[in-house]
């Protein structure tokens, strides 16, 4: 398991392989250690240092309170 998985609930990550499996995730773009996309509908951003997830933004209702969503984890 790679240390930013951790930050996730078992069924969030298997939602999350679902979206990337079904080419869910487009226009990603890299800037330095930020990694910004689109999932589904949604705007998602992480930024990972050594291995581990140290920002992750996404405009799906779920994360608005900063809770770890399937959209983060089909960018990742």
């Not at 609930?9 to 298997?14: A, D, F, H, V």
């Not at 979206?19 to 705007?43: G, L, P, Q």
């Not at 951003?45 to 309170?65: F, H, W």
Request: proline share 1%; charged share 30%; hydrophobic share 40%.
């Amino acid at each position: 398991m790679f240390s930013w998985e951790r930050y996730f609930k078992s069924w969030i990550l298997e939602r999350g392989l679902d979206y990337y499996h079904n080419d869910m995730v487009s226009d990603v773009i890299i800037e330095d250690d930020k990694v910004f996309a689109a999932v589904y509908r949604y705007e998602v951003m992480v930024r990972i240092n050594d291995g581990k997830l140290k920002q992750r933004r996404c405009t799906c209702p779920y994360a608005k309170e900063g809770t770890a969503c399937k959209h983060m984890a089909a960018l990742l």
